[in-house]
């Protein structure tokens, strides 16, 4: 393969990204650079094959990891396949699995006729974990291709109309006889539009389409995961006329929480207490989301033991109900003792038998049996 940018430099990830985050970021880049976004643009088509070359590898975990290994060489012979003189729509149904959840019709390029939904769009948002509690709303601001305020999307300079594309008739399709086959193909001419702009609207330069930023509140629910999507209807890019507008796909991120570790609705809290506190049973203060609250240790409580805080975790996405927090001990040992502490142990450890630890004399008396060759 001839020398090329990195491919996680071309999807903008990290080398350390999950599947699912590259699998995001090409379903960006894809629908970013569409030819069918982007007519006539043959830098943008360039960069949609560039992506679908770095999902090809980075998508498969066999090539990931040649690549990675090995680079750009440890790809020759696996059978990689020469985007450059593909379809657009060919590629997109090449991975069509990454476009899961969405509308594919609004996402393919190319013959999409007169009657197209308009394309999805994603965003993503962050938020913190005390906010799946009880859920928040957050700003997004986007950009989209909407309708020309001047032509009113129809790309042609006010006072004049789009005329009747001559080679497909209006119907935005040709059919082409390749052997004994027929294949129906977007109008090579029109673009699958069915009308031709001769006199092309100043603003948006014919396409009929014009940037727009876009602001929304966009309402998180109480026990979102991350990596769930919200989708919000209507608000993707206007589709051909008479078509629904596509919807806008909101990818929420859970920031990682500083004490807590979540697990479905429940939350792992792992809690460090004196041995004396373990050892002799003690009234504790744990932290949680909403506040504190107390917890009773058992005298004897051991390092790793859990205690099960019931309703104390995240409220599940589809039913009242709400997880637990499961407190985990951890038994710190001090590194420095007082002359005084240190004698207070040195006289505890006179009195330890059977009955004080029973589990560590059983495992002694295991390795003296071991070591006399009886076990």
């Known amino acids: 393969m001839p020398a090329q940018r990195d491919y996680y430099e071309i999807l903008g990830v990290e080398r350390t990204a999950s599947s699912e985050d590259i699998k995001r970021s090409y379903r960006r880049c894809a629908m970013k650079y569409h030819p069918d976004r982007n007519p006539g ?33 440890g790809l020759r012979g696996q059978g990689m396949h020469d985007f450059h003189g593909m379809n657009a729509n060919d590629i997109m149904s090449m991975f069509e699995e990454a476009f899961a959840g969405f509308d594919l019709g609004s996402i393919f390029g190319g013959g999409r006729g007169r ?17 799946v509690l009880e859920g928040t709303t957050r700003q997004v601001q986007f950009t989209r ?25 209006g119907q935005g399709k040709v059919a082409m006889r ?11 001419d029109c673009g699958g539009a069915g009308s031709i702009v001769k006199d092309k609207c100043l603003d948006c330069h014919g396409s009929g389409r014009k940037p727009l930023a876009r602001t929304l509140d966009v309402k998180i629910p109480a026990g979102i995961h991350d990596g769930q999507i919200i989708r919000v209807g209507g608000e993707g890019e206007p589709g051909s006329p008479g078509a629904p507008r596509g919807d806008l796909h909101v990818v929420v991120r859970v920031q990682q929480h500083k004490l807590f570790e979540r697990h479905n609705d429940d939350l792992v809290l792992r809690m460090p207490v004196s041995f004396t506190q373990a050892a ?6 744990v932290p949680t989301l909403d506040g504190q609250t107390l917890l009773t240790l058992k005298a004897g409580t051991q390092h790793g033991q859990t205690y099960t805080l019931s309703g104390e975790g995240l409220p599940n996405l589809r039913s009242p109900r709400r997880g637990d927090m499961i407190v985990q001990i951890l038994v ?11 004698a207070l142990l040195r006289e505890f450890a006179e009195t330890e038998n059977k009955q004080v ?19």
Not at 145 to 169: I, M, N, R, V
């Open 178 to 188: 390749q052997g004994f086959f027929q294949m129906v193909r977007p109008c090579p």
């Open 115 to 131: 009657s197209a939904r308009g394309y999805d769009l994603e965003t993503s948002i962050d938020i913190e974990l005390h906010e």
């Open 280 to 285: 002799l049973g003690a009234k504790v203060d």
């Open 41 to 73: 643009d043959a830098e943008a088509e360039a960069k949609f094959k560039e992506c679908a070359e770095a999902f090809e590898v980075l998508g498969d975990a066999e090539r990931r990891q040649r690549y990675d290994r090995f680079g750009h060489e």
């Open 332 to 342: 710190e040992i001090p590194r420095k003792l007082s002359e005084k502490q240190a």
């Open 145 to 169: 291709q909407d309708l020309c305020g001047t032509c009113t999307g129809s790309g042609a300079k006010p006072g004049t109309t789009p005329a009747t594309c001559s080679t497909c008739g």
């Open 357 to 375: 630890m029973p589990q560590s004399t059983g495992f002694l008396d295991k390795i003296k049996s071991y070591l006399s060759g009886d076990g």
